[in-house]
């Protein structure tokens, strides 16, 4: 540091004056989000085919767009999941990957295979999966009254024409998304009596209105210099033009409405959303991509109270909002931070006599994050979960360097030095070994930048926050410290430099502990080594996960009947159980059926299906709500498939969820063909290995095989039959009208009947016009097919998922017994998935990026002590310390996930800087006063005791709040927090006492001739 900074106050103090502003006008042009802005390589196709079964669907659709697909480009894993009516297919690409020519390469292939697919399926559809897929919040609307058809009818409706597009004016809201309205349709009942007496056939009715729909585009007619546009419409628009038909046969003019009866009825629904067990409609809230969560929540609560003040008859609630777990994740970190922070400090005026030395020591916090902030918007970096979370990890650093600065600053003075020289020598003495500490501290980062996959690119935000608060903080303690320092005790004639009594009592300890240690050098070293061992056996018995277990108090229960009931049994029986744990949740939401969204289906369900949100006071007593349910289901309906999720996220959209730690997908010769797949399971509920065995997920299907021969013989088109089928089920629209913003499907039927027997009674028009019952041609087959079949890059599956496995040895014995099963029945066999292969592959990565980061600071250290052989007494430690960390992992009840391994390679570039400050004090006592190995050792550790204990404790005490702290961003971040501090904990006591013993020894082996350690410019005598 030169003198002139420290004689220039007000200059130093203008230029932090001066970042300090940009620093607050960056944060207040900050956005805020959950999570940081990441490119998800995914995409999605969905196809949907209103008539088609979950089989045909498959074999018709779903597969052939799937090997088309698998031929992308850097294509990672693909997924399909076929249902009645509807199919997706997922992509997942590898990261990195251009997502929007992926996109593009998606459209040409799709296109490619059209031709292969039914001509009446439409276009499938193909989104990118980006961080606003998932609705930010939901809004269910329901009457304040007593719900009939009429008057949801009327509600649905006015939600569509009103609400929604009241909510879509929203600037930062992309589109609103929407289930459970209800449509109506206009039904038109031959009459038969007038029909037979005017020889008129349904076949001529729907001709006839068919031909009435004319459109006709506009003539433009050119008269001199005068242009008309003529433009003529005789096309039917509303109800009312229907009413004024005339139908002309054989000269005769009919009225329509005398041949036809025309009324308005209910579109038969397939799926509906209960509220609390009363029926709304539910909308989802899609943002825009570069809208500010802090912006949309404002728009949106000054929206939502608008509309119920202006609508005091019906009831908005809002729930599953994103942007209130948002701003609570945010403030909880926000709070850990400032507390964390208020904890370091506190700490340093427990140590320091002179308070204006810990005020000092304080305004470096305040002063380095708000320069951060500069450095986040520079890095277009947003206020998220994980940076914020980097702020609170890096706080603890960032008083560290002004620690070491006032601490060597206050020694020169107590030795005589002039309070210039002090400040000046006593900032550059110790830049060294501080900055080769903050770029250990750094390089641990730069390998998790690269880890595979979206986990390496989500942490990019907390590296950069911790990397921008360390090299701010240590710009800050050499040159803004100092000076202000000279300023505050330039007029103190005397000054008292003895420390406090307690502090003096504790480094006289400590030199006592240090002597007996050295007496004992081979028990110590032996401790550490089974220390080392213990550690080991710890993280081995640990269990592990892909993330760690976040807190919450909403969860979903996913439910399938395996029966064939209807929509109004599925609401029936959801009814029964939101009423048996009404008293116990806060909010309930259930999506019976299969539902109307569009760009967030989540998990597709028939009408057989059900999925429930829920949430409760308290997340404690969440599992005990669902295990109440999960059980009532099982009593009563014990052929049902009930399985607990947790409530979508944005964590788990980036990270991929919970998936089965095994799936086993046995994949069927043909899909058809079930019966192998019943011997299977017979099979698996034998092995005493599957705790369960869920049904197989079935439903009956009434299959009509037609006798082409006796076709053929009474002269009948096949289409005839679909025609007759479609009339008499109420399906076949002819065309649509309009009312209001809408359009209203017009349906011609056959008169209703009860419990009609389409098969016997059923007739269909041969080419004379006779009519041929059904039960002549064809034949009704009760049978039963798949509810849904998934595929992959293996083909078509069924799959079953095993949750209790934990250890991939356990995986190979379970799959070992599976595999035995299988092999004794024909057509089928079985591949597998799931998590736990995956969670391996990331443990084995991120083992790989603790040597990485172990080697970079390896090689640091080296060019620190010019020497090959110091470094490795530094690194020592690291194993030792991670007793530390397994130790207060299982007292805490964590697992080894990918936070908690984050937390040891964090804790490894931390703790390192203890010892490699007390290394370089001791040296520079050796090389420069000239002492011997001893004296050095015992007045380096008085001279570096409290700093280091100071340091230490700061870190400790900043992590502290995360141990206490609630929401998901600091779940997220608790098993990193418990792996520092108990690596440091630990760690503390073997920078103070073991690596300087580990430095004797190679001292007496170089003293003896037997291994030379220094350079030739530093050879030290002993």
């Known amino acids: 540091m030169h003198k002139e900074i420290v004689r220039r106050p007000i200059a130093v103090g203008m230029v932090f004056l001066s970042l300090a502003i940009l620093g607050v006008v960056s944060l207040l042009k900050l956005p805020i989000a959950m999570l940081p802005k990441v490119s998800i390589p995914q995409i999605t196709v969905r196809t949907q085919m209103a008539d088609a079964s979950a089989t045909v669907l498959e074999q018709q659709v779903v597969q052939n767009l799937r090997n088309s697909l698998m031929q992308l480009p850097h294509l990672k894993d693909i997924h399909s999941d076929s249902r009645d009516g509807s199919g997706t297919i997922s992509l997942r690409f590898y990261y990195g990957t251009d997502i929007d020519r992926a996109f593009v390469a998606t459209h040409e292939k799709i296109d490619r295979t059209l031709s292969m697919l039914p001509k009446e399926l439409e276009r499938p559809q193909v989104m990118k999966a980006s961080v606003t897929d998932l609705p930010v919040c939901y809004i269910q609307v329901t009457p304040r009254d007593s719900v009939t058809s009429t008057n949801f009818l009327a509600l649905s409706k006015f939600v569509h024409s009103v609400v929604l597009r009241r909510l879509e004016q929203i600037p930062e809201v992309a589109m609103v998304d929407q289930s459970g309205v209800m449509r109506s349709q206009i039904v038109l009942i031959p009459n038969s009596p007038m029909l037979q007496m005017h020889h008129i056939t349904m076949d001529d009715l729907e001709r006839y209105l068919r031909n009435s729909q004319v459109h006709c585009n506009d003539l433009r007619v050119v008269d001199g210099a005068y242009e008309f546009f003529f433009s003529y419409n005789g096309s039917i628009q509303t109800r009312a033009d229907l009413e004024k038909l005339y139908y002309k046969h054989e000269g005769v003019t009919i009225p329509l409405k005398e041949l036809v009866s025309i009324e308005e009825r209910m579109v038969p629904h397939q799926g509906l959303v209960l509220d609390g067990g009363k029926r709304a409609i539910s909308l989802a809230v899609i943002q825009k991509s570069e809208a500010r969560f802090q912006d949309l929540k404002a728009s949106l609560n000054e929206v939502m109270n608008d509309l119920t003040a202006a609508y005091p008859s019906l009831h908005f609630e809002v729930n599953r909002d994103q942007t209130t777990l948002l701003s609570y994740a945010i403030e909880n970190l926000k709070q850990s931070l400032w507390i964390g922070a208020l904890l370091a400090v506190i700490v340093m005026f427990f140590f320091m006599k002179d308070f204006r030395v810990s005020l000092l020591m304080t305004i470096t916090i305040p002063i380095s994050l708000v320069i951060c902030f500069m450095g986040f918007y520079w890095l277009h970096i947003t206020m998220n979960l994980i940076s914020i979370s980097g702020l609170i990890l890096g706080v603890g650093m960032m008083i560290d360097n002004a620690i070491i600065v006032m601490d060597n600053i206050t020694q020169h003075r107590e030795r005589g030095a002039s309070l210039e020289d002090a400040c000046v020598v006593g900032a550059s003495e110790v830049f060294k070994p501080m900055l080769s500490s903050a770029l250990t501290t750094c390089a641990v980062f730069v390998p998790l930048i690269f880890l595979s996959g979206i986990s390496g690119a989500l942490f990019y935000d907390q590296a950069m926050a911790i990397t921008l608060g360390l090299g701010i903080s240590l710009l800050v303690s050499v040159t803004f410290l100092p000076v202000v320092y000279r300023l505050i005790f330039q007029h103190d004639t005397k000054v008292d430099f003895k420390e406090t009594h307690w502090v003096e009592k504790l480094i006289d300890i400590y030199e006592r502990c240090m002597i007996f240690c050295m007496r004992r050098r081979g028990l110590i070293l032996s401790l550490s080594l089974v220390v080392m061992v213990a550690g080991g056996w710890i993280g081995v018995m640990l269990p592990k996960q892909m993330i760690p277990t976040v807190a919450q108090n909403e969860f979903g229960v996913k439910i399938s009947w395996n029966r064939p009931v209807t929509l109004v049994e599925n609401r029936n029986r959801v009814t029964q159980i939101l009423d048996g ?363 570096r005791f409290k700093s280091i204990v100071m340091t230490s404790l700061t870190t400790i005490f900043a992590m502290i709040p995360f141990l206490f702290g609630s929401g998901i961003g600091n779940d997220l971040q608790v098993p990193l927090a418990i792996s520092v501090i108990g690596g440091m904990t630990l760690g503390t006591l073997v920078s103070l006492f073991v690596v300087p013993l580990l430095f004797v020894l190679v001292m007496k082996r170089r003293r003896n001739g037997k291994r030379r350690i220094y350079g030739e410019s530093k050879n030290v005598s002993l």
Not at 682 to 695: C, I, Q, R
Not at 756 to 772: A, H, R, T
Request: hydrophobic fraction near 45%.
């Open 581 to 943: 744990v009404k008293d116990k949740t806060t909010m309930s939401v259930a999506y019976v059926g299969t539902q109307d969204f569009v760009m967030f289906q989540g998990d597709a369900t028939g009408v057989g299906d059900a999925m429930l949100y829920l949430s409760t006071a308290q997340s404690d007593s969440l599992d005990v709500v669902a295990q109440m349910i999960v059980d009532g289901i099982y009593d009563v309906y014990p052929e049902a498939s009930v399985s607990v999720v947790p409530s979508e996220n944005f964590l788990t959209l980036f990270l991929g969820g919970e998936q089965a730690p095994v799936q086993a997908r046995f994949l069927l010769d043909d899909m058809e063909n079930i019966s192998p797949l019943h011997e299977v399971w017979d099979g698996l509920e034998n092995l005493s290995a599957l705790d369960t065995v869920p049904e197989i997920s079935l439903k009956e299907v009434c299959q009509i095989e037609l006798d082409p021969i006796k076709m053929q013989a009474w002269s009948i088109d096949p289409q005839q039959v679909e025609k007759m089928l479609k009339r008499t089920l109420g399906q076949e629209t002819i065309l649509t009208v309009s009312e209001g913003v809408s359009r209203v499907p017009v349906v011609l039927t056959m008169p209703r009947q009860k419990d009609f027997d389409f098969m016997n009674k059923g007739c269909v028009l041969n080419g004379q016009g006779d009519p041929i019952p059904l039960s002549h041609i064809a034949k009704g087959l009760a049978i039963e097919r798949l509810k849904n079949i998934e595929g992959g890059t293996v083909g078509s599956y069924y799959p079953l998922d095993i949750n209790h496995v934990e250890q991939l040895k356990d995986a190979n014995l379970l799959m070992s017994a599976i595999n035995k099963v299988v092999d004794r029945v024909k057509n089928v066999s079985v591949v597998y998935g799931g998590s736990i292969w995956e969670r391996d592959s990331m443990i084995n990565e991120l083992i790989g990026v603790f040597v990485v980061s172990l080697l970079l600071l390896y090689l640091i250290m080296t060019i620190q002590f010019e020497s090959f052989v110091l470094p490795f007494i530094v690194l020592v430690e690291v194993p030792i310390d991670l007793f530390g960390v397994m130790g207060m992992l299982w007292i805490f009840g964590q697992s080894i996930n990918l936070m908690s391994l984050i937390g040891v390679v964090v804790m490894s570039g931390i703790i390192i800087n203890d010892s490699i400050l007390k290394i370089d004090t001791i040296q520079a006592l050796m090389i420069q006063e000239h002492m011997s190995l001893y004296r050095a050792l015992l007045v380096g550790g008085r001279r």
